[in-house]
């Protein structure tokens, strides 16, 4: 059981645009910054947000982060086929002292 | 450009320790950041080990603590995991990873490596 909790799928057609959710706690996403994952099928993930809503350089704009209370929200917008991968979240967790992750959502384009 | 590679045993014995390097280029070790390790069990997610500065500090995950150690070479720019008593249920692949202090943040891997427990 992942400490921080994103649904397991999510999907929607080329142009759409997809949102996916994680939910926190005060020890994590409440207190501190929220970074997002993308996990292409066989590769290592990559930084696609970072500090809630920034993205690295080579990041499309087509992806975007928000964040409220202990949740955060990941935007992807005109969805492309090369986007279907996993995404996770993640957030230092003050009480555990610890990096952690959600579970992650695997993103299917129809 | 900096890089990670991880190196190892991709087979390791139950009860045994694994025991993982990685060799980072294109940085100094000893010019800050954090330096750590992540896994990802078959088909499941990903699961933060823990992560150390050059200067000696560590974090570790509270749940692998009592099995884990890692350490760091500036000397040859590596920094290594150690997991003790290990069983099926930690065959994963294994990731090193660079991490920002300010937000902890992940913004370098390593492609990852295999690493199976079995007799």
């Known amino acids: 059981q992942s400490v921080l909790t994103q649904p397991p799928s999510a999907s929607g057609t080329p142009g759409q645009r997809v949102t996916s959710s994680c939910s926190g706690s005060?020890?994590?996403?409440?207190?501190?910054?929220v970074s997002w994952y993308q996990q292409l099928p066989g590769t290592a993930p990559k930084l696609l947000i970072y500090s809630n809503n920034q993205r690295p350089s080579g990041v499309p704009d087509r992806f975007s982060g928000s964040k409220s209370g202990t949740s955060a929200s990941l935007a992807i917008s005109g969805l492309q086929s090369e986007d279907e991968a996993d995404y996770y979240c993640a957030a230092w967790d003050d009480s555990l002292n610890g990096l952690v992750f959600g579970g992650g959502t695997k993103l299917t384009v129809l | 450009q900096v890089q990670l590679q991880e190196s190892g045993p991709g087979l390791v014995k139950p009860s045994e320790t694994l025991s993982l390097t990685c060799t980072v280029s294109g940085y100094s070790i000893s010019s800050g950041y954090y330096w750590g390790w992540i896994r990802q069990p078959p088909g499941k997610g990903l699961e933060w080990i823990g992560n150390i500065h050059h200067s000696g500090t560590t974090y570790y995950n509270p749940s692998l603590k009592s099995r884990v150690s890692i350490s760091v070479d500036t000397s040859k720019n590596q920094f290594s995991l150690k997991l003790s008593s290990v069983t099926a249920a930690d065959t994963a692949v294994f990731y090193c990873?660079?991490?920002?202090?300010?937000?902890?943040?992940?913004?370098?891997w390593g492609q990852g490596t295999l690493v199976t427990v079995s007799s």
């Open positions: 990873a660079r991490q920002y202090s300010s937000g902890w943040y992940v913004n370098y």
């Open positions: 005060s020890s994590n996403i409440g207190t501190n910054t």
